[in-house]
């Protein structure tokens, strides 16, 4: 017998992936697994573009506001779990539908933990620990190698910086040692199969719509929720934190920048990292584009999934 399907909504943010899956949950016997690395934190509301109470209550999401933001979560651990609440959700004759924009998310999940991260996935870890090197050297890079990933610290004994980055890299990435994923060196098997749906639009709407919910988010009290969110006592440097949005709120409030140039590196970094996210997407021949209105795109996920259970049966 073939595996069952999930569904995958992937795409730049903006792109409204959030609209289209609430379609095809009506559409569909669907409940939503969130498969992005910031809605999974309690607070981080406005400026992750979460879906609202109302729309949460339209269908059952998984994997959002799980923790508090200064808990660390990985890709692994996303993938570990995530599998076990699919597994859960095809049990009861429920379609797993995976929605999100942190590709390394999307993929530990559906091809495995095992896949070493690419420069789109990973850049921003990547980007922290060449930092942390310039200002706290290589020793102390080697001595946070040596407590998460022993086995890897001992075979880079020579304290080789770029080795170090490397597989402290993908362990905060995926929340797997590199030497075990080395000693593995095999994808783990998925018990489901996935299928890729992109939301498509032209550059140029694509940054309009990204402008103009930057500055909604703006408008709607994302400074005000950051400052709530340091009012709590939780720390600026937090990871959870160093997030588009919160990174400039958090500038502005600390008086480094002014408003207008906050949203306008707001705007900018949101760009930035919706090109990464296409990048990633591109890369991927699986992924069937779609446009049009949300309703469009559900119904024609909804006609493509339901004739691919049909040949199945």
Avoid at 112 to 122: A, K, L, Q, R, V
Avoid at 170 to 191: C, D, L, R, V, W
Avoid at 223 to 236: C, D, H, K, M, R
Avoid at 277 to 299: F, N, P, Y
Wanted: glycine residues 6%; proline residues 3%; hydrophobic residues 35%.
């Amino acid at each position: 017998m073939s595996s069952p399907y999930a569904i995958a909504i992937v795409g730049a943010t903006a792109s409204g992936k959030t609209s289209v899956s609430l379609e095809l949950a009506r559409i569909l016997n669907c409940e939503i697994i969130s498969a992005d690395s910031r809605q999974i934190y309690q607070y981080l509301d406005i400026g992750t573009a979460k879906p609202s109470q109302l729309e949460l209550e339209r269908c059952i999401h998984h994997f959002i506001n799980i923790l508090t933001p200064d808990i660390d979560y990985s890709a692994g651990k996303f993938a570990v779990e995530a599998t076990n609440t699919i597994h859960q959700l095809i049990s009861n004759q429920k379609v797993p539908l995976i929605v999100g924009g942190s590709g390394l998310y999307v993929r530990a999940l559906c091809e495995g933990i095992f896949s070493e991260p690419t420069s789109e996935d990973s850049s921003e870890i990547r980007n922290q620990l060449e930092s942390r090197l310039q200002l706290l050297g290589k020793q102390l890079l080697y001595e946070e190698l040596q407590r998460v990933d022993r086995l890897s610290a001992e075979k880079y004994a020579d304290k080789n910086p770029r080795r170090i980055i490397r597989a402290l890299e993908f362990y905060y990435s995926t929340g797997i040692p590199f030497s075990q994923a080395q000693h593995e060196n095999k994808t783990s098997e998925i018990p489901f199969r996935t299928l890729y749906f992109g939301i498509e639009h032209s550059r140029e709407d694509l940054y309009n719509r990204i402008n103009v919910r930057c500055e909604d988010m703006w408008r709607d009290g994302l400074v005000q929720e950051t400052e709530s969110i340091l009012a709590t006592g939780y720390s600026p440097t937090l990871n959870s934190l160093n997030t588009v949005g919160y990174k400039e709120a958090i500038q502005y409030l600390s008086g480094k920048i002014s408003e207008k140039e906050a949203l306008a590196a707001m705007q900018q970094s949101t760009r930035n990292y919706a090109k990464r996210q296409l990048t990633w997407c591109r890369k991927m021949d699986q992924i069937q584009w779609l446009g049009g209105s949300s309703v469009e795109i559900a119904e024609m996920i909804a006609e493509h999934f339901t004739q691919l259970q049909s040949k199945d049966l």
